[in-house]
């Protein structure tokens, strides 16, 4: 079974901004570091760019994962998708879109994957909540990267 769910954020900003730091590592640490997440291989820091990778280890649900994501298309700065290329799930695309509505940028991430395990009970009553809560805390991180002081990142 595959699961697909969608998170739109809006930010008072160009959309190149909120693209360009939608690309950086060290924002999403920064983002991600209630679960301890590291960038272990692969880009470790700064901006990733089409074709390379990423690989993250990170602890969720009480147990450390590993996954590698490559980023498989860019089109700056209205779109780009990272997919999973080793990690726990059967697949893992997650698209990332940027457009200008007035003065606002309205960032869709898009998010598809299949569980590895039991698919129609997980994917809908765990991980796609979670998967939510994750996206929905970078999402506030880089908002307010760039408008000021950082919220808490608690998903």
Not at 125 to 136: G, N, T
Request: proline share 7%; with cysteine.
């Amino acid at each position: 079974m595959t699961a697909t769910f969608t998170e739109v954020t809006r930010a008072a900003c160009a959309p190149e901004e909120l693209f360009t730091l939608s690309l950086s590592i060290d924002v999403h640490l920064a983002s991600m570091a209630r679960s301890g997440e590291r960038a272990v291989a692969g880009v470790t820091s700064g901006t990733i760019g089409l074709g390379e990778t990423v690989t993250w280890r990170a602890r969720h649900f009480g147990v450390v994962w590993t996954m590698t994501s490559r980023i498989t298309a860019l089109e700056h700065p209205r779109r780009f998708v990272d997919e999973q290329v080793r990690g726990p799930f059967r697949s893992f695309r997650h698209e990332h879109r940027f457009e200008r509505d007035g003065d606002v940028t309205v960032m869709t991430d898009v998010v598809t994957l299949r569980s590895p395990l039991f698919g129609p009970i997980v994917e809908p009553l765990v991980l796609r909540p979670y998967l939510q809560r994750l996206i929905r805390a970078r999402n506030a991180v880089l908002v307010a990267a760039l408008s000021g002081p950082r919220p808490d990142p608690t998903p």
